[in-house]
Protein backbone atom coordinates (compact mmCIF):
# COMPACT_ATOMS: atom_id res chain seq x y z
CA UNK A 1 0.00 0.00 0.00
CA UNK A 2 1.45 3.19 -0.64
CA UNK A 3 1.38 5.07 3.13
CA UNK A 4 0.79 9.19 3.78
CA UNK A 5 0.66 11.12 6.36
CA UNK A 6 -1.55 13.58 7.73
CA UNK A 7 0.44 15.50 9.89
CA UNK A 8 3.69 16.35 9.75
CA UNK A 9 4.96 14.99 13.01
CA UNK A 10 3.40 11.29 12.11
CA UNK A 11 5.89 11.54 8.83
CA UNK A 12 9.02 12.82 11.30
CA UNK A 13 8.14 10.12 13.76
CA UNK A 14 8.27 7.35 11.13
CA UNK A 15 11.22 9.07 9.07
CA UNK A 16 13.23 9.97 12.14
CA UNK A 17 11.86 8.34 14.99
CA UNK A 18 11.54 11.56 17.00
CA UNK A 19 9.67 14.92 15.97
CA UNK A 20 10.08 18.35 16.83
CA UNK A 21 6.47 19.55 18.57
CA UNK A 22 7.28 18.26 22.52
CA UNK A 23 3.48 17.92 22.04
CA UNK A 24 3.96 14.65 19.93
CA UNK A 25 6.43 12.56 22.25
CA UNK A 26 6.11 9.15 22.58
CA UNK A 27 8.61 6.07 24.50
CA UNK A 28 11.23 4.66 22.54
CA UNK A 29 9.40 1.54 22.39
CA UNK A 30 6.24 2.58 21.09
CA UNK A 31 8.19 5.33 18.27
CA UNK A 32 9.81 1.52 17.31
CA UNK A 33 6.57 -0.68 17.16
CA UNK A 34 5.17 2.04 15.47
CA UNK A 35 8.37 2.36 12.56
CA UNK A 36 7.55 -1.58 11.82
CA UNK A 37 3.74 -1.66 11.76
CA UNK A 38 4.00 1.68 9.41
CA UNK A 39 6.90 -0.32 7.18
CA UNK A 40 4.34 -3.13 7.14
CA UNK A 41 1.86 -1.53 5.89
CA UNK A 42 3.91 -0.23 2.61
CA UNK A 43 4.85 -4.21 2.39
CA UNK A 44 1.16 -5.28 2.41
CA UNK A 45 -1.39 -5.23 -0.50
CA UNK A 46 -4.07 -4.01 0.94
CA UNK A 47 -6.16 -3.76 4.07
CA UNK A 48 -7.09 -7.62 4.30
CA UNK A 49 -3.52 -8.69 4.24
CA UNK A 50 -3.14 -6.39 7.42
CA UNK A 51 -6.05 -8.47 9.42
CA UNK A 52 -4.42 -11.34 8.58
CA UNK A 53 -1.58 -10.11 11.50
CA UNK A 54 -3.62 -10.88 14.69
CA UNK A 55 -1.37 -8.44 16.41
CA UNK A 56 -2.13 -5.39 14.69
CA UNK A 57 -5.81 -6.26 16.05
CA UNK A 58 -7.15 -4.61 12.54
CA UNK A 59 -10.44 -2.80 12.91
CA UNK A 60 -12.53 -0.79 10.93
CA UNK A 61 -14.22 2.03 13.73
CA UNK A 62 -17.40 2.66 13.94
CA UNK A 63 -19.95 5.83 14.81
CA UNK A 64 -18.24 8.97 14.92
CA UNK A 65 -15.35 7.21 13.38
CA UNK A 66 -16.74 5.53 10.59
CA UNK A 67 -14.37 5.24 7.43
CA UNK A 68 -11.56 5.31 9.80
CA UNK A 69 -9.47 2.12 10.22
CA UNK A 70 -7.10 1.30 13.34
CA UNK A 71 -4.24 -1.23 14.04
CA UNK A 72 -2.85 -2.17 17.44
CA UNK A 73 0.99 -0.44 18.32
CA UNK A 74 0.68 -2.55 21.73
CA UNK A 75 -1.75 -2.23 24.41
CA UNK A 76 -1.92 1.05 24.81
CA UNK A 77 -1.63 3.05 21.24
CA UNK A 78 -3.16 2.78 18.26
CA UNK A 79 -3.07 3.88 14.62
CA UNK A 80 -5.61 5.42 13.36
CA UNK A 81 -5.51 5.55 9.39
CA UNK A 82 -8.14 6.25 6.14
CA UNK A 83 -7.86 3.70 3.30
CA UNK A 84 -8.56 5.92 -0.55
CA UNK A 85 -9.14 3.15 -3.70
CA UNK A 86 -6.63 4.05 -6.08
CA UNK A 87 -6.18 1.79 -9.57
CA UNK A 88 -2.86 0.89 -8.89
CA UNK A 89 -2.73 0.01 -4.84
CA UNK A 90 -4.74 1.33 -1.91
CA UNK A 91 -3.42 4.50 -0.36
CA UNK A 92 -3.32 4.63 3.23
CA UNK A 93 -3.50 8.07 5.23
CA UNK A 94 -1.84 7.95 8.62
CA UNK A 95 -4.32 10.38 10.61
CA UNK A 96 -3.22 10.00 13.99
CA UNK A 97 -1.67 7.57 16.85
CA UNK A 98 -3.66 7.49 20.12
CA UNK A 99 -3.86 6.31 23.76
CA UNK A 100 -6.64 3.60 23.74
CA UNK A 101 -7.80 5.72 27.30
CA UNK A 102 -8.52 8.35 24.56
CA UNK A 103 -9.74 6.11 21.95
CA UNK A 104 -13.27 5.93 22.36
CA UNK A 105 -14.01 9.75 23.30
Keep these: MV ?3 EKEYLRDLYETGKT ?31 AKY ?21 KQYRIEFTVTANDVEPLVTICSIIELSNHYK
Design 3 to 5: VSF
Design 20 to 50: ADKKYRFQPEIVRKYRLCIGLMRRVPDTSAL
Design 54 to 74: NGLNFKNLKGDKAGISSIRVN
